[in-house]
């Protein structure tokens, strides 16, 4: 089992940054491939980004492509969220996940055994 804990969030204005941290509690970080997704309220939870075991495989959502930037150093067992240009819309809870395959990047929820508790991303206009 591996444990999650993300940081990073805030409150930003519209077009600025910010960059999330997952950090992961297992020296086996690098057999997982991980996942950002995050849950508006109201909303259900949706993909916002993958990333294989070595970080040369990745995958993101439409809503976030050109802007947010997934990577990993498996040397400190932590996964980042690089998120530009940021916009209200990208306001809600922002949550690492894991599962204990390397391959391939998936994009589905329920095929991530492990989650963090979240950190919060308001976007304000």
């Known amino acids: 089992q591996v444990q999650l804990v993300e940081s990073g969030g805030g409150l930003v204005q519209a077009g600025g940054s910010l960059r999330l941290s997952c950090a992961a509690s297992?020296?086996?970080?690098?057999?997982?491939?991980m996942g950002w997704f995050r849950q508006a309220p109201g909303k259900e939870r949706e993909f916002v980004a993958a990333?294989?075991?070595?970080?040369?495989?990745?995958a993101y959502a439409d809503s976030v492509k050109g802007r947010f930037t997934i990577s990993r150093d498996n040397a400190k067992n932590t996964l980042y969220l690089q998120m530009n240009s940021l916009k209200p819309e990208d306001t809600a809870v922002y949550y690492c996940?894991?599962?204990?395959?390397?391959?391939?990047?998936?994009?589905?929820?329920?095929?991530?055994?492990?989650w963090g508790q979240g950190t919060q991303v308001t976007v304000s206009s």
């Open positions: 996940a894991a599962r204990p395959i390397k391959e391939p990047v998936v994009t589905g929820y329920m095929s991530y055994n492990y």
């Open positions: 297992r020296r086996t970080f690098s057999t997982y491939s």
């Open positions: 990333i294989n075991w070595s970080g040369g495989s990745t």
